[in-house]
């Protein structure tokens, strides 16, 4: 009689609970995989809520992409162990989220989250367990599935740009149920197999599915002579360059939508309650919403981080400028 397969000790990541991260989540824990953690810094947005992403169909917009959906999945998988954080990975939180994984999902939509799960996994001295991490994504009719192993294959930056790049978002382009049902179930095929010590399927090739015409394409990856990261260079993630960056603007997957961060601050919503209050906000469960207009809407984390729906970057820069303002004079701020 065939041992069955114990996974009990082993705990994956998912990074970024969307449309692909969602769907990924379920079917791992019908696979018996029941130790998660969920990553993500999003909100639920009114086009998460809708036939696209199944496990929120029933869900509130505004609140935490990753707690809602530990909620949901906990409450239907009672032998589930889910842990969830609710902010975005960064170089600086890094390792602390992602320790004791034995492998990362990359289910996110942005480069900079892609290329600090590369940076976190390939960088000398890497502190990560996990020395896989798959990477997903879906657009349209057309997605794609590649794992990637330290120090063997080449990089994710050895075959994508070296500079930051604003990433299509499937809210604005489109998603393909039937694309994304697909590179799921072949990432949770994946999954089965590392955590099962066997080879896994995918390394040194991008597999593309086309929903459209139901076929898969192999595309061969090589190294690049000029991955910085692969030469043993960390320029991007250098401690004087994330400096520079404290506040930073992202585009994030959606209409317009973008995120601001503004460096090692936080927020004591307990103080700032009656300005928040005065400046036409309120607080929902530790986050701050502001209805700037019709158009325009702002989401306050208590680490100073906020995701911006807005014409533009500068109108969404120009409206985190101005809350940073009400905040500092309402003496709500302290550095981290």
Do not use: H
Not at 11 to 28: K, M, Y
Not at 85 to 99: A, C, S, V
Not at 141 to 162: D, E, F, H, Y
């Amino acid at each position: 009689m065939r041992k069955k397969q114990d996974f009990s000790n082993k705990q994956v990541a998912i990074v970024g609970i969307g449309r692909n991260g969602s769907r990924l989540a379920e079917l791992l824990l019908k696979l018996k995989i029941n130790k998660l953690r969920l990553i993500d810094g999003d909100v639920l947005e009114k086009s998460d809520c809708g036939k696209q992403c199944p496990l929120f169909l029933k869900s509130k917009t505004l609140i935490s992409k990753s707690n809602e959906a530990a909620r949901i999945l906990s409450d239907k998988y009672k032998q589930a162990e889910i842990s969830y954080n609710t902010d975005n990975l960064n170089y600086i939180n890094g390792e602390r989220l992602l320790e004791n994984c034995e492998l990362i999902c990359d289910c996110t939509d942005n480069w900079l989250s892609r290329n600090t799960i590369n940076f976190l996994i390939n960088k000398k001295n890497s502190k990560l367990k996990s020395k896989y991490w798959i990477y997903c994504g879906a657009l349209k009719q057309i997605a794609m599935v590649s794992t990637l192993q330290r120090g063997k294959t080449p990089c994710w930056q050895c075959w994508n740009s070296s500079k930051e790049i604003d990433c299509q978002s499937c809210s604005v382009v489109g998603y393909d149920v039937k694309a994304g049902d697909k590179i799921t179930k072949l990432v949770s095929e994946e999954v089965v197999r590392i955590l099962k010590n066997k080879q896994p399927k995918f390394l040194f090739n991008l597999i593309v599915y086309n929903s459209e015409f139901n076929k898969l394409n192999l595309m061969k990856l090589e190294s690049s002579a000029r991955c910085e990261l692969c030469k043993g260079k960390d320029n991007y993630f250098s401690k004087r360059n994330v400096q520079k960056k404290e506040k930073r603007i992202s585009t994030l997957c959606g209409n317009n939508q973008y995120q601001i961060t503004n460096g090692n601050l936080a927020l004591d919503f307990n103080k700032l309650e009656k300005t928040i209050k005065k400046n036409n906000g309120k607080i929902v469960d530790n986050v701050a919403i502001f209805d700037i207009d019709k158009k325009s809407q702002a989401v306050v984390f208590s680490n100073a981080r906020m995701l911006i729906r807005s014409f533009d970057s500068r109108q969404a820069e120009k409206i985190n400028d101005t809350l940073m303002k009400i905040f500092k004079r309402g003496k709500g701020v302290a550095p981290l």
